[in-house]
């Protein structure tokens, strides 16, 4: 074995661990917020006017570093850069901004700002929330179906109860539907109300039921499935420890094949 080959796997070892330092992170966050500001400084065509040479070079130096880190990472974990769905994330998220932005592509130029979603990546405590997003996707999938199907006993109702007098908010089944919505949300549902209730002075009652039920118990069902999801702590913790361990075991292979037992680093 040459001490080329034996090289690699230790130089790709302390490149990984470098790449995910604490402090390479933390100016990666900076180079993420400045790159935020710049995007938003980029709206104003006054700010554009007078320094949008100086911000466009900062923006493509930015992306540079950006598109660096990635090629470090893939560098360094190889196919196992993409096992990580926020690697994945952040490659996305830069390819765009790689893309040519002229012609029919123009519209990705406002993809750009898109760059600005790697503070959820880069911030631990973002990432925490997102996957406990995603942890409660399930039950918020069988919430959603109980509403679509509240939502929609309610809408037959309101179309077959005041769709004849009331045809601007309750005309049609998806006329009922959008009116109901915004009553859930609390918007403009007294005024609402009031009209309906001049002809039907028993409205109230459906009106009272549906946002008791809507706004106050299906809507907190939502929250109260990803506050369970985030407090699902430890099963990832569990999770991060073994994939922290399984990379642990990995390098440590690395290590040995380029480290061979009874020789002596300074001999390669």
Not at 111 to 131: D, Q, T
Not at 193 to 214: E, H, S
């Amino acid at each position: 074995m040459s001490a080329a080959d034996t090289a690699g796997p230790s130089t790709r070892a302390r490149l990984g661990a470098w790449i995910e330092s604490a402090g390479v992170q933390r100016w990666i966050i900076v180079l993420i917020i400045v790159n935020a500001v710049i995007l938003g400084l980029e709206t104003a065509p006054s700010v554009m006017a007078s320094a949008g040479s100086v911000l466009r070079f900062a923006d493509h130096a930015i992306l540079a570093v950006f598109v660096l880190e990635l090629l470090a990472k893939l560098a360094a974990h190889g196919l196992r850069f993409f096992r990580s769905a926020w690697n994945v994330f952040d490659l996305i998220v830069v390819g765009i901004a790689l893309l040519p932005a002229s012609g029919p592509l123009a519209v990705l130029r406002a993809l750009r700002v898109l760059r600005v979603l790697r503070l959820v990546s880069a911030i631990p405590k973002m990432r925490f929330v997102i996957e406990s997003l995603v942890r409660s996707l399930p039950g918020i999938g069988s919430i959603f179906l109980l509403l679509l199907i509240f939502f929609y006993v309610f809408s037959v109702m309101a179309t077959k109860l005041f769709g004849a007098l009331f045809p601007q908010w309750f005309g049609s089944l998806f006329g009922s539907m959008f009116s109901l919505f915004q009553i859930m949300t609390l918007e403009g549902w007294v005024e609402i109300a009031r009209a309906v209730m001049v002809p039907f002075p028993l409205a109230w009652v459906f009106f009272l039921t549906f946002i008791l039920i809507g706004t106050f118990t299906v809507l907190n069902l939502f929250i109260a499935v990803i506050v369970n999801a985030s407090q699902e702590d430890p099963e990832a913790v569990g999770r991060e420890l073994r994939a922290v361990r399984a990379e642990l075991a990995e390098l440590r292979r690395e290590l040995a094949q380029s480290h061979p037992a009874g020789e002596s680093p300074r001999k390669q």
